[in-house]
């Protein structure tokens, strides 16, 4: 009976219907945050292949592993969101290979996150760096791609 009631009202509300092109109409994109991310991850990745065998049973590399699948998750959460949220149709005019390069770097942040392979670790870079400048260039801006280590 009170769910009769709840249907009812709810069916003579008038609700205004709004629209946006992602969860939050932000409008701010920038594959920096993917870029920050990916390199963390390369970093542990780096940093774990140095630890000794020795270590491999420490708190140090427990850490190192957390650390590195936290933020090779990270990178793909990032990297989907732009994919998702920012990148249209008209964009594939410019970038026929858009989702095929996504697609790639999501599966390469998967490896990251997997395994400690470096190699993994330096593709999944590359491909960022790929999408910071497709997505410059949709934007029509040259913004420089740049490490931070």
């Not at 270590?55 to 592993?65: A, E, L």
Request: glycine share 4%; with cysteine; net charge negative.
């Amino acid at each position: 009976m009170i769910q009769e009631a709840i249907a009812k009202l709810v069916a003579r509300t008038a609700v205004e219907t709004a629209s946006a092109h992602c969860d939050g109409p932000c409008g701010v994109y920038d594959p920096a945050s993917a870029r920050i991310a990916a390199e963390a991850a390369l970093s542990m990745t780096k940093k774990i292949i140095a630890l000794g065998p020795a270590d491999t049973d420490s708190n140090t590399y427990s850490r190192f592993v957390s650390i590195k699948e936290e933020q090779a998750h990270l990178a793909k959460t990032e990297l989907l969101v732009l994919w998702t949220d920012y990148f249209k149709p008209e964009h594939l005019e410019g970038c026929p290979d858009l989702h095929e390069k996504f697609w790639n770097a999501a599966k390469l942040c998967s490896a990251v996150k997997q395994g400690v392979d470096e190699d993994a670790a330096n593709a999944l870079m590359a491909a960022i760096e790929d999408i910071h400048n497709v997505f410059w260039a949709s934007k029509s801006r040259e913004v420089e791609y740049y490490v931070a280590s």
